[in-house]
């Protein structure tokens, strides 16, 4: 039998204000709406970040001039370009604009610098640990091979890393090789996740076109990283449904989801507004599967209709494990603050939702479990509590005068 929990969008906004009041007239959780810069203080985690759709358009207009790549348009109209060719309300065709920043990152010098700036970005928004993918092999048309491409990364984000550091903010930043969906090159792409998993990949994926591309044509793949003990998640429940999202799952073994809003149509409201989970659904809430979700992007390849629609809410309402993610910066125009302030402004998100979603990514990442509770007990909690008590000094302040 489902539990009764009445939910549609406006009992879910009532409930939270309810909530919310309450704890103020029992004075132990301030009600300020956060801000914007809040928000980017916040210490956050990152799992679903592209190398590739996360440049900065400068970057690709001076990398593209140095290799003599024309580019659809002028170096102050880039980024805009991107974005609004990304809108596009197809997974297929937001993919066709990544020809342009694969393009400029074929040698180890472009892929170095791409990836320190990538770490330098990310620690200015606050950051403190990020997991960012990237295909090895769409980046071969130079002298490259799979090894140098891991390897010129590496460096790219122990630079940033540094930099970051010097400029007083600490990030770790690690790398997820993914392998193209639509290609054959699977197999390799696992092996070089293993061979690079002491020198800072700390898992796998597959990314491209997922109609008509099911993971299970890569089982091979996902059977080797299962018997070497390795991680690694799938883009699944974005382009195509359920079936897919089973098949990572329950056939391929993933241990996130990449996306993976089309659960929701496992899930179903009644008349007298009970919410009732599938099969499928429930598993994934049961087993606390990770999933990835990054609203800009969905909004862009139509997997999700807006942001104040999206499955984020609902999911998160339910307690799945939701982690909030950028996918692609550069596409969407975006930062995981700004997906935050947006999710915020949609469902009424306080620090205390913010600090939940940052530590589900946190428990989710592939980081070895010490690390993952050192960056929890001595980064991500005493930065939400420092946060949380100057919001407080400051409500009182409000009261006073
Ligand atoms: O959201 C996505 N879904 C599926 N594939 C994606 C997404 N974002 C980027 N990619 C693809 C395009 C990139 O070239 C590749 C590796 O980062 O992954
Ligand atoms: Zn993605």
Redesign the pocket.
């Known amino acids: 039998m489902s539990r009764r929990i009445g939910w549609t969008p406006t009992t879910e906004r009532a409930a939270a204000t309810i909530e919310r009041a309450a704890a103020t007239e029992e004075g132990d959780h301030p009600t300020m709406k956060i801000t914007p810069e809040e928000i980017v203080r916040a210490p956050k985690v990152l799992l679903h970040d ?4 996360g440049l900065r358009p400068q970057t690709v207009a001076e990398l593209a001039a140095g290799i003599g790549h024309e580019l659809p348009a002028a170096p102050e109209r880039l980024g805009e370009w991107f974005r609004e060719s990304a809108d596009s309300g197809s ?1 297929e065709r937001y ?1 066709e604009t ?1 020809a342009h920043t ?1 393009a400029v990152m074929q040698t180890a010098e472009s892929l170095t610098r791409v990836a320190t700036e990538c770490v330098e970005d990310l620690a200015a928004d606050g950051i403190v640990y990020a997991e960012v ?3 090895p092999e ?1 980046h071969l048309s130079g002298d490259l091979d799979l090894d140098a491409v891991v390897r010129a990364v590496g460096a790219g984000f122990a630079e940033g890393e540094r930099r970051a550091a010097q400029a007083g903010r600490h990030i770790v930043v690690r790398q997820i090789v ?1 392998a ?1 969906r639509h290609a054959a090159r699977s197999m390799e792409i696992a092996e070089l996740a293993v061979r690079y998993r002491d020198q800072g990949v700390v898992g796998f994926d597959i ?2 076109a ?1 109609a008509g591309y099911p993971p299970t044509r890569h089982l091979d793949a996902f059977e080797y990283l299962q018997r070497e003990n390795a991680h690694f998640t799938i ?1 699944a429940g ?1 382009g195509f449904g359920l079936p897919s999202i089973w098949q990572a799952i329950q056939w391929c073994g993933a241990d996130r989801l990449g ?1 993976g809003v089309r659960i929701v149509d496992d899930i179903t409201h009644t008349a007298d507004g009970d919410v009732r989970l599938g099969r499928l659904a429930a598993y994934v809430r049961d087993k606390r599967i990770p999933l990835e979700m ?1 609203p800009s ?1 969905n909004v862009q ?1 139509g997997a999700a209709p807006s942001l104040a629609e999206h499955p984020a809410g609902l999911l998160t309402r339910l307690r799945f494990r939701v982690t909030i993610n950028t ?2 910066r550069l596409m969407s125009g975006t930062s995981l603050s700004r997906e935050f302030a947006g999710l915020a402004d949609a469902f009424g998100y306080e620090l205390a939702d913010l600090q939940w979603f940052t530590l589900n990514a946190m428990k989710s990442a592939f980081l070895p479990f010490d690390q993952r509770l050192a960056l929890i007990n001595n980064v991500i909690k005493p930065g939400y509590a420092a946060l949380g008590a100057e919001r407080a000094f400051a409500q009182m302040h409000q009261r006073t005068f």
Request: proline content about 0%; charged content about 20%.
């Open positions: 592209h190398l590739d759709g997974l993919l990544f694969v993918r990237y295909a769409l993914t193209m990314a491209g997922e883009h974005e996306h990054c992007s390849t996918d692609n």
